[in-house]
C-alpha cells in the first residue's frame, strides 16, 4: 500500500533558526512528489514539484530535495511568515491524478 | 486570474439535510477535485475529473456523496442525506494536462458544519 509520512508532526523554531523537515515515501512508482505549504483557513498552495532522485529546487528560503526514498524541505534563517503546515504528496504510476498526501509538519517561527 | 472558487465558505447544517457545495475551476484547466480534509484522516482525495468526466471516484465514501461537473466551469459535490461525521473541510483543485504530474491549484475550500 502506498504511504507518505511526514516528520516532526510540528516544529517550533526561533527566527533564523534553518532545520528541515522530511518527508518518506513507499509507492509503487514515483512520477512525482510535491510540497504545498497551508496556512490556517486556507487551501494549500503549491511550493514545488521534484521528479527524480537527486533533484533540488529553491524558492526564497526554501529548498526541496529528493532522494529514492524521502524528500526534504530544507527552511534557512526562517522568519515568522514561513510558519505554516506543510504538506507533501506523492504521485504513483498506478494513476495520473491521486496525490497520496502526508499528514504535514507544523511549522511555528517566533521572533 | 481569480483562481479556485467555492462557495459556499462556510455551511452549518442538520443531520438529514442535503448539502450542495459548488467550484468553479481555473479558466483553461483540464483536470478538477474533490477533497476533504479532517485533523483525523488528513487531506484525502474523493473524485477527480477530466474534461468533464469523472475519472476516479474511489474515495467517495458513500453513495449519500455525488459529484457532477456539468460544464468546463462548474462542478458540484452534494451530500445527501448528511451526518455530523461529514463534517471537515472540502476543498476543489483544479489542474492542466500535460505530459508529465501538474501540479494542483486548490480552493479556498468549504467548512462544513453537519449537527
Known amino acids: 500500500e502506498d504511504q507518505v509520512t511526514q516528520s516532526p508532526e510540528a516544529l517550533r523554531l526561533q527566527e533564523g533558526e534553518s532545520s528541515s523537515l522530511n518527508c518518506s515515501y513507499t509507492?509503487?512508482?514515483?512520477?512525482?512528489l510535491f510540497w504545498y505549504r497551508q496556512d490556517p483557513g486556507k487551501g494549500p498552495e503549491f511550493l514545488f514539484t521534484?521528479?527524480?532522485a537527486g533533484e533540488e529546487k529553491e524558492k526564497e528560503r526554501l529548498k526541496a530535495t529528493l532522494t529514492k526514498k524521502e524528500s526534504f524541505l530544507h527552511i534557512t534563517a526562517p522568519k515568522p511568515e514561513d510558519s505554516a503546515t506543510y504538506l507533501c504528496?506523492?504521485?504513483?504510476?498506478?494513476?495520473?491524478?491521486?496525490?497520496?498526501f502526508g499528514a504535514g509538519t507544523q511549522v511555528v517561527v517566533t521572533p | 486570474d481569480a483562481g479556485v472558487i467555492q462557495s459556499p465558505r462556510h455551511e452549518v447544517t442538520e443531520m438529514g439535510q442535503e448539502v450542495t457545495l459548488r467550484c468553479k475551476p481555473i479558466s483553461g484547466h483540464d483536470y478538477l477535485f474533490w477533497y476533504r480534509q479532517t485533523m483525523m484522516r488528513g487531506l484525502e482525495l474523493l473524485i477527480y475529473?477530466?474534461?468533464?468526466?469523472?475519472?476516479?471516484d474511489s474515495g467517495m465514501p458513500e453513495d449519500r456523496f455525488s459529484a457532477k461537473m456539468p460544464n468546463a466551469s462548474f462542478s458540484t459535490l452534494k451530500i445527501q442525506p448528511s451526518e455530523p461525521r461529514d463534517s471537515a473541510v472540502y476543498f476543489c483543485?483544479?489542474?492542466?494536462?500535460?505530459?508529465?504530474?501538474?501540479?494542483?491549484?486548490f480552493g479556498p475550500g468549504t467548512r462544513l458544519t453537519v449537527l
Open positions: 483543485a483544479s489542474s492542466l494536462a500535460g505530459l508529465g504530474p501538474r501540479e494542483q491549484f
Open positions: 521534484l521528479y527524480s
Open positions: 509507492v509503487s512508482g514515483l512520477r512525482g
Open positions: 475529473f477530466n474534461n468533464n468526466v469523472p475519472i476516479d
Open positions: 504528496a506523492a504521485l504513483t504510476t498506478d494513476s495520473w491524478g491521486k496525490l497520496q
